[in-house]
């Protein structure tokens, strides 16, 4: 009898110790394998630090908080790569045509070029060295000037001469050498030759902010009052558009700067949204909100470029 009920203990504690085994696996299956569980731990929290463009010019962190800022009101910028600035600044008493200069995070100008007619809209470093930018006045024009201010490339702009201010925004060099401007009272993007020919056209909803050429051969075009931007092709067909009509709740009020992140995401900016309001909003390929930037400053946020996703900085030429 002690043998039999031994025998029949031990085997009673094996299988016991077997079934409990056996239901432990099934359950961490269950944890692994479970998609509610995969989505939720796939979702991370969205981080970015960027420089906020406009009435006030300043540096946000990740966190929020503002750890640069530069004394004049600017219209367009990048952060370089050695981590100086490049700024487009309004016109003002000490700059009534505009600028653009080049400084250091404490301030230190290392450039400056003193516009001529009614104001500077854009900027852009070249691999050249030299630094591209548009004016605005009764000579509308595109410009590439040297580290001594020397003009080098001088192309006059075909578009109206009636409103200075509405002659042309974000303009870029492009890998082909031609210069794409978005031109906004006339409704057009175009790309123009160095020899001030057109080379390519679309016309746009409304009054296009940026043209950003990506690297399918697509534009992203930021079309401003019209709260939209669209992706057009290269025969200018939208193969895609976002506007308050996608969104749970209108949130573009004024798209100006916008900028195409290495995701596929798009970040725009809504230039007029207001104090307390969100400024900033990253949406992805199917139009999900999926960061935003809200502040308490009365300017808003006319153009910028985003530094960094969840602390690494994003790579190559940023797309804006």
């Not at 269950?30 to 731990?41: F, I, K, N, R």
């Not at 080098?152 to 974000?170: A, D, E, F, K």
């Not at 946020?301 to 940023?318: K, R, S, V, Y």
Request: overall charge neutral; proline content about 6%; charged content about 20%.
């Amino acid at each position: 009898m002690e043998s039999k009920n031994g025998f029949f203990s031990r085997h009673t504690a094996k299988d016991f110790l077997a079934f409990i085994f056996s239901k432990l696996q099934v359950l961490a299956a269950t944890v692994v394998l479970s998609p509610a569980l995969v989505g939720a731990a796939a979702e991370t929290k969205i981080t970015h630090s960027f420089l906020a463009l406009g009435g006030e010019t300043y540096i946000v962190s990740a966190g929020g908080k503002i750890e640069w800022t530069y004394p004049f009101s600017t219209r367009d910028g990048w952060v370089l790569p050695n981590g100086d600035l490049l700024l487009t600044l309004s016109k003002c008493d000490k700059y009534p045509g505009g600028a653009v200069v080049e400084v250091t995070r404490q301030g230190k100008v290392l450039f400056e070029y003193k516009g001529t007619q009614a104001e500077v809209n854009t900027s852009q470093k070249l691999l050249s060295g030299n630094i591209l930018l548009t004016e605005a006045g009764p000579n509308p024009r595109i410009m590439e000037v040297d580290s001594k201010g020397t003009v080098v490339v001088n192309i006059p702009l075909q578009c109206q001469t009636t409103n200075h201010h509405m002659q042309s925004r974000m303009t870029r060099k492009l890998a082909n050498g031609n210069y794409l401007v978005p031109q906004l009272l006339d409704k057009v993007v175009r790309e123009y030759t160095p020899e001030s020919k057109v080379a390519w056209e679309v016309k746009t909803p409304h009054w296009p902010f940026t043209a950003i050429r990506l690297p399918n051969g697509h534009t992203l075009i930021n079309c401003t009052a019209g709260n939209l931007t669209i992706e057009v092709d290269a025969q200018g067909k939208i193969v895609w558009q976002i506007s308050n009509e996608d969104l749970p709740k209108p949130l573009i009020n004024d798209a100006c700067g916008g900028q195409r992140l290495p995701n596929g995401n798009t970040v725009l900016t809504s230039y007029h949204i207001g104090v307390n309001r969100t400024k900033l909003i990253e949406v992805t390929p199917e139009k999900k909100v999926v960061w935003t930037y809200t502040d308490d400053h009365k300017d808003g946020i006319h153009e910028f470029q985003i530094l960094d996703t969840n602390a690494d900085p994003i790579a190559g030429t940023p797309l804006r």
